[in-house]
């Protein structure tokens, strides 16, 4: 004969292991996504350094560049999409040497 108690003792045991195997599965994904961000880091670790962020003297423009030419727009239509009306209408850019 089985007990009353035999079968809810089950039942209660199945749904406690059925907890434990989702958490342990949680915890290996958590643990895959970790060692992700790590082997990032590694790699970017042995990436080759960039130059220095300034110039060498000798490779600099002069202070006056650009001292000639320009740059001109002329009746632009901006939009923020292609679907969409224009934002900013027949305009006219003109960028000048020496500007900055």
Not at 16 to 29: D, E, K, P, T
Not at 33 to 39: C, G, H, K
């Amino acid at each position: 004969a089985t007990y009353a108690g035999d079968i809810g003792l089950m039942i209660t045991q199945t749904l406690s292991l059925c907890g434990i195997v989702q958490y342990g599965m949680r915890q290996i994904a958590d643990t895959f996504a970790q060692l992700t961000s790590v082997e990032r880091i590694l790699q970017f670790a042995e990436l080759e350094r960039e130059g220095p962020y300034e110039s060498d003297d000798n490779f600099k423009p002069p202070a006056t560049w650009p001292d000639r030419g320009e740059i001109t727009f002329d009746h632009v239509y901006l939009t923020y999409s292609v679907d969409t009306a224009p934002v900013l209408k027949d305009l006219k850019i003109v960028i000048e040497s020496g500007m900055k």
